[in-house]
């Protein structure tokens, strides 16, 4: 089935502790997205991906970073990981002009 | 609808309701507007969209309006399911270089008693 999987699904960390959460897309989209969700606040998007090769930062980029190897694939990485870093993320792509698809996400608690 | 604060809009309604959710966005350029609704443990799910141009857009049992002069957007739901219970998210594209990268607004909770 065509879409975008993320791993894991949900994950404990201890804090200090690097994570990479991962995302996988099998549409040839060119552009993908990391948001994160917490309760109240809606999404917010934390990098960016327009096409393979480049990455770019969103609204809240900061204890994140990010990679675009490939068309299919763009990782999420938290360095050192911290309790407000405790989240939903989400993973998107987006085909053409429209056309947003949206992963299952990943639950992080970071104690 | 829309509102600042921790604490997310609430909408109850029976089935068979008519339901409406309404979104206030932020930005006069945006240029292509989205709903999603999202239930217990997933992502979102794509329901309906309108580009900057059009007013009015209608889809199987939802409808979306736009009106640019205050910036409000809704949702409108006819005939309101159970399995429509769900968190409805409106989402905007900015448009310039900020193209693509969605910004979302609280979202409401809608809850549908049967």
């Known amino acids: 089935i065509a879409g975008i999987t993320q791993a894991p699904t949900s994950q404990i960390l201890a804090a200090g502790r690097r994570m990479t959460l991962r995302c996988t897309q099998d549409m040839r989209h060119n552009a993908m997205y990391w948001y994160r969700q917490d309760l109240g606040l809606g999404l917010r998007l934390i990098h960016y991906s327009n096409t393979a090769g480049t990455t770019g930062k969103g609204e809240v980029p900061d204890g994140y970073s990010v990679s675009r190897a490939n068309t299919d694939d763009f990782p999420l990485t938290l360095a050192s990981a911290v309790p407000s870093q405790t989240s939903v993320y989400f993973c998107?792509?987006?085909?053409?002009?429209?056309?947003?698809?949206f992963g299952s996400g990943t639950r992080l608690t970071v104690v | 609808g829309e509102s600042v604060g921790l604490h997310l809009p609430t909408l109850s309604v029976q089935e068979g309701d008519n339901s409406i959710i309404n979104c206030a966005y932020s930005n006069s350029a945006s240029d292509y507007f989205i709903w999603y609704k999202q239930e217990s443990g997933k992502g979102p799910q794509f329901i309906i969209d309108?580009?900057?141009?059009?007013d009015k857009r209608q889809g199987q049992r939802v409808t979306v309006l736009l009106n640019k002069t205050v910036k409000h957007l809704s949702l409108q739901i006819a005939a309101t399911q159970p399995g429509d219970s769900a968190v409805y998210f409106c989402?905007?594209?900015?448009?310039?270089?900020?193209?693509?990268?969605?910004?979302f607004g609280q979202g409401t909770i809608l809850t549908v008693h049967p």
């Open positions: 998107a792509s987006r085909g053409g002009i429209f056309g947003y698809t």
């Open positions: 989402a905007e594209n900015p448009g310039g270089t900020s193209y693509g990268k969605l910004t």
């Open positions: 309108i580009r900057s141009n059009m």
